[in-house]
């Protein structure tokens, strides 16, 4: 049987898209697929115990005595767990970590994706509103890097390369000023609890 170089090309693709969520698969695999986001915000003290995955742009990271809070604000996440760039929100939450992470390495405005577990809810303000903030207990957390926030470019002939094989890595007639950088994996931290 003749193998094309194109068959070969676009399986090299596939095989490299495939690899490219900075969130483990046995994590992923792991998270309750019946929980919707809705839910994460409205009842969280009602899912306390069960593996979600959440994603979005950092407000503040506080450090605590034993442990570090990132408040997000959420995002969709694609196909890849990459938090989207719109204004659509569902609204706040935080993810908790033993320990220390650097507030000016996770800092304001930077977009982050985690998986772990819902600890209920936490009071506290946003302004002078009331708020509370749907807890997960990061098990595994990825920070992207600002490099690669910068928006894409995509040119509306080509849009069949979207969500195809190719997206990301397609780039555009106008190349290099406007593409779409790969999302590589530059900040993952694995997080084992006893």
Request: charged share 20%.
């Amino acid at each position: 049987m003749r193998i094309t170089v194109r068959f070969v090309i676009c399986l090299a693709f596939f095989i490299l898209h495939g690899c490219a969520h900075p969130i483990s698969r046995g994590l992923r695999q792991s998270v309750d697929k019946d929980v919707s986001l809705s839910q994460i915000f409205s009842t969280p003290e009602n899912l306390t115990g069960t593996r979600v995955m959440l994603g979005g742009k950092i407000v503040e990271t506080r450090n605590l005595q034993n442990k570090t809070e990132i408040e997000v604000i959420q995002q969709s996440l694609d196909m890849d767990g990459y938090p989207s760039r719109g204004d659509k929100t569902l609204g706040r939450f935080v993810f908790s970590q033993p320990g220390y992470l650097e507030s000016e390495v996770y800092s304001k405005g930077r977009s982050i994706t985690g998986a772990g577990i819902v600890r209920g809810s936490k009071k506290g303000k946003v302004g002078n509103r009331d708020y509370a903030y749907p807890v997960i207990e990061a098990e595994e957390l990825h920070l992207w890097d600002e490099y690669y926030d910068r928006p894409h470019y995509y040119d509306p002939s080509y849009s069949y390369f979207y969500g195809s094989v190719f997206y990301p890595y397609y780039y555009g007639p106008y190349f290099p000023y406007y593409y779409p950088f790969p999302r590589h994996h530059l900040h993952r931290q694995h997080l084992h609890h006893h």
